[in-house]
């Protein structure tokens, strides 16, 4: 039988972008034919002319996407499966790289100085740089497993000594180099007549030790905070899916059973919303308490087309809301906390930020959204209205009428028209039309440019899916 963790780390190698920019002049391959990027067509399509016909075509990015995962070679990989140890070193990895590959204007001074910083060799980073660029993805810069991976390869009692010297030379205060600390690795196997390991295998033990705690042993906390990568420049909210919030709310209407229409509970809703443009860009509805699987569900349909979606709700509004966030904004409830979501969201290029304790406004326009809602719902028979007061003596149970599948597919209504496409007083047009415009750009605001898509659906479907 296979090595899992081995099998994790191989797969890591040969890796599947996650995200595909698409936008004027980027190459996409739809079926058998590469084409180049003319424009944006609508805010769904983009006209594309085929390299070998020289023919303009329109194609959505549905299509792009699901053209790209058929065409995607190597192994998914479940992020479950991959050790804390090994996703915190590909995370640190990941930092210290992003910044280098979004410079354009980067030297390869700038890759030596990162390099000796990380104790590689520049071809080592180069690689990196290279794997990276191809996928956008934190598996690809997992650590390679040898086959003897696990055996340190060294007699137990030199090992000690290594572990020793790392620990009160080279992780202390004194800041010894690399080098000074072999010198004493040398003379302490020397008096103990052992044969002294080489420099290699020192460095190789010093990688094992994330950068940011071997800054902390070495020059105190602050230290270790200033030594973090500097990532780009983050957009604010001044631009398209530059930041999402989330939240959760228990919707105040009793639902019945589909079968013997028996009343069966009050549903909750997952909503997230894009913040410049205020559009609801995915929802999840269930009778089931909030927690990672309804969050992952939930930004998962907000990155992907709605093709499928709305075809099994039955709606005909238009929904164009699709593409990856820079920032998703959440509350500090548990089940924003989980590692799976944490991980699923660097996995595929985007952070995960969690609202500051005591700061109410921190999610203004997402709660603004929920309390819209929710005074529609107590327009429903079946409501329970917000407050004992207001309920009075409305039998909430014995009016109840809608099942799970109406009251989504009344909500999909509510959201998708008026809400979408009525005037919004903070915006001063609809939603949608802010959305477009972030798209197209418009005399105030650029267009996005490239719109971060999902290069594997079904990639993304799994790993923001718990267990």
Known sequence: MGNGK????????????????????SIIHVGDTVFCVKRFETSESVIARS????????????????????HAQGRKIDLSAISDEDWDVAIERYKVLQPLLENTQR??????????????????????LDRLALSGTVTCLLRKKRNDAG??????????????????????????????????????????????????????????????????????????????????????????????????????????????????????????????????VGWYVSFDPPGALGTGICIS?????????????????PWPCQGKPRIIQADNAKEFRGNMLKNACNEHGFEMKFRKVKKPNYGAHIERILGTLLAQIHGLDGTTFSNP?????????????????????WLANLILGPYHHGNHLALGCSPIKRYRDGIFGDENTPGI?????????EKLKIDFLPL
């Not at 440019?449 to 659906?457: E, F, H, Q």
């Open 6 to 25: 081995n099998e994790v780390i191989s797969a890591a190698l040969n890796p599947i972008p996650t995200t595909l920019n698409v936008g004027p002049g």
């Open 51 to 70: 390299i070998d016909t020289g023919l303009d075509q329109s194609i959505k990015f549905s299509e792009i996407s699901e053209s790209c995962a058929k």
């Open 107 to 128: 030297t390869a001074q700038d890759v030596l100085k990162v390099a000796t910083e990380q104790l590689v060799s520049v071809a080592t980073m180069y690689r990196w």
């Open 151 to 280: 055996n340190k390869n060294l007699d137990p009692l030199i090992e000690a000594i290594v572990k020793n010297v790392i620990a009160n030379e080279y992780l202390t205060k004194l800041k010894r180099s690399p080098t000074l600390a072999l010198k004493e690795i040398k003379r302490r196997c020397r008096l103990s007549n052992y044969t002294a390991p080489c420099k290699s295998t020192l460095l190789r033990r010093i990688d094992e030790i994330l950068p940011e705690e071997r800054e902390r042993r070495r020059n105190g906390r602050n230290a270790a905070l200033d030594y973090r990568a500097e990532r780009g420049s983050m957009p604010g909210i001044d631009r398209l899916h530059a930041i999402w919030q989330i939240d959760h709310t228990l919707v105040d209407v009793i639902l019945v059973d589909e079968r013997d229409r028996i009343p069966i509970g009050r549903p909750w809703i997952t909503l997230a919303m894009d913040v410049f443009s205020r559009t609801v």
């Open 301 to 317: 349909n907000a990155i992907l087309p709605k093709d499928t979606f709305l075809a099994r709700l039955g709606v005909n509004y």
């Open 389 to 409: 007061q207001e309920k009075g003596e409305y039998d909430s149970e014995g009016n109840a009428a809608m099942t799970l599948d109406d009251f989504e597919l």
């Open 449 to 457: 440019g490239m719109l971060p898509i999902a290069a594997d659906p």
